[in-house]
Every structure is written in structure tokens, then in C-alpha cells.
């Protein structure tokens, strides 16, 4: 309505002018500049289809896991039941790692529990340690809690992952490096030593 209004005027009218520049400078869109003073035209960059947050260093591991094993690419596809093709963007970071695809490469390179949680952790995925406990389990949130807690002092949260480890031994003898952590050195030694020095201090 606006734009046959100002079409439609006399030439005669003073405000003619004003009515042209405004045509030919601000209603119309597809009016440019002349050619030299336009703004150089900005190319929106397609979004990548694995997104900004791949993570790093699962391609790069899992070449060396495949080539360690003496593998091609097909046979690690066939044992793993996926395509090569699909191998061949893991590992070059062009697919992100879902953790089923994960699951089975591993087991497909038959890693043990340790690779394989590291392999997971790569992916940005949960170790399969929990599969059979729910990360929101409140014993071990306290743990992370006090761990991530910077108020707590770095030597006091290494006496409490040594002291968790060497409780942990009991049943995964093979995970944790005991000789070293019992050293009268040693950080569980220290925690040990500390705790009693308390108690005797309490009584």
C-alpha cells in the first residue's frame, strides 16, 4: 500500500526526489549497490556432519589397535560385522563412533576390559564397567564429587584414589601396582600413616 503510494505520485510533487531515493535505496531488496561498493558476500560454511565435538584420537587408536593385530581395514570390517567403508571414515575421523560401532571393535580386536573402556572413552562413551552399574549410583558420585573437588588439596585427593585402589586390588589384582603404592613412599603408605597419626591424635 505504501509502495503504490509513492509509485503513483505526480512528478510535479517537491518530495518526488525523496520518494525516488527511498524507492531505489531502502524499500527495494533486490536494488545493489553499484558494482565496487558492494560488501564482500559472506559464504556460510556447511556444518560438518560429525559436529565440532569429534573426539580426538579415536581414529589415530584404533588404526594402531587394527595394525597391531596385523589387520586390513575389510578383515576388521568383517569381524566387526560393519562395512570398510565405515572403518575407513572412523579412522580417518569422518564418522563419529557410536557406542555399539564401538563395542563391537572391540571385541572384534579382542581388547580386554581395560582397551576396551579406553577405546570407549575415545568415543566419548560410558566403559562397559557400566553396563552393570548406573553412573548416577550414589557411592560413586560422592567419590567424583570429592575427587573434582578443588576446595580439597591435590595431595589429600591422591591419598584417596591410592587408598581406592588398594581397596580395589582385593578383587582386580591385576589393575592395580600394590608394590608401588605400599612403598613407605608411597601414596596409600602416606594416606595409611596419616589416617592412624589422626586417630592416635583423636584418642
Not at 7 to 13: I, P, R, Y
Amino acid at each position: 500500500m505504501v509502495l503504490t503510494s509513492l509509485t503513483n505520485c505526480e512528478e510535479s510533487d517537491p518530495w518526488s526526489p525523496i520518494r525516488s531515493w527511498l524507492l531505489t535505496t531502502c524499500v527495494w531488496p533486490s536494488r545493489m549497490p553499484p558494482e565496487g561498493t558492494r560488501e564482500p558476500q559472506v559464504r556460510m560454511r556447511r556444518a560438518s556432519p560429525i559436529g565440532d565435538d569429534m573426539p580426538e584420537g579415536f581414529g589415530e587408536r584404533l588404526r594402531a589397535l587394527r595394525e597391531a593385530r596385523s589387520l586390513s581395514q575389510n578383515g576388521l570390517a568383517r569381524a566387526a560385522e560393519l562395512s570398510p567403508s565405515l572403518v575407513n571414515m572412523l579412522e580417518g575421523g569422518d564418522r563419529r563412533p557410536t557406542a555399539e560401532i564401538t563395542r563391537r571393535l572391540a571385541r572384534a580386536l579382542d581388547l580386554d576390559e581395560a582397551d576396551s573402556d579406553a577405546l570407549l572413552a575415545l568415543a566419548g562413551q560410558l566403559p562397559f564397567a557400566y553396563d552393570r552399574i548406573s553412573p548416577a549410583d550414589p557411592d560413586l558420585l560422592l567419590l567424583a564429587r570429592v575427587l573434582g573437588d578443588a576446595g580439597i588439596p591435590p595431595d589429600e585427593r591422591r591419598q584417596l584414589r591410592a587408598l581406592v585402589r588398594v581397596a580395589c586390588a582385593r578383587w582386580r589384582p591385576d589393575a592395580v601396582d600394590l608394590d608401588h603404592l605400599l612403598e613407605p613412599s608411597g601414596t596409600a603408605q602416606g594416606a595409611l600413616h596419616h589416617d592412624g597419626r589422626e586417630e592416635a591424635g583423636r584418642q
